[in-house]
């Protein structure tokens, strides 16, 4: 595991394209780096913005949230967006589980999603799969009220 002192980005920018190469882990102490990293390269006003997580490990929420403002960012300034090479398990993991891989257009030379669904089909009683929802612990149309006794902030 890098330190955060082990974190780096690097950038190389034309008039047509801006790279940011990224190390290490993404987490809410170095995310503000990569945040002026591409805004340094926004600033450039390049046709195309690249971020490559070759060499990314983990990323967070925060990190996640500073890729999402970069891109509105880009299309606000005309510029396209393209995050490359997302290889660590995690960081495949949390762009599956927010949906957020195809906003950050994910290109060519990434890893895909997994191909199934985020829950596994499960056989109904009359064996036709069925997708599990892990928001409702009841059948549909039943209600009780919530245990407060046993929650710790109650």
Do not use: N, W, Y
């Not at 970069?70 to 960081?91: C, E, I």
């Not at 829950?119 to 245990?147: C, E, K, L, M, N």
């Amino acid at each position: 595991m890098l330190s955060p002192e082990e974190f780096r980005t690097d950038m190389s920018a034309t008039v047509v394209e801006a790279v940011v190469c990224v190390t290490g882990e993404i987490d809410l102490e170095t995310s503000p780096v990569l945040h002026l990293t591409l805004l340094e390269a926004l600033a450039g006003h390049p046709r195309h913005l690249e971020v490559d997580f070759t060499h990314v490990t983990f990323c967070d929420c925060s990190g996640l949230s500073i890729l999402l403002r970069a891109r509105a960012a880009a299309q606000a300034a005309g510029s396209s967006f393209t995050l490359v090479h997302v290889d660590a398990p995690s960081v495949i993991r949390l762009l599956d589980l927010t949906g957020t891989g195809p906003l950050l257009g994910l290109a060519p030379g990434s890893k895909p999603a997994r191909t199934g669904p985020v829950f596994p089909a499960q056989p109904q009683h009359d064996g036709s799969p069925q997708r599990i929802d892990r928001t409702r612990s009841r059948p549909a149309g039943t209600r009780t009220a919530p245990d407060r006794s046993r929650h710790p902030l109650s």
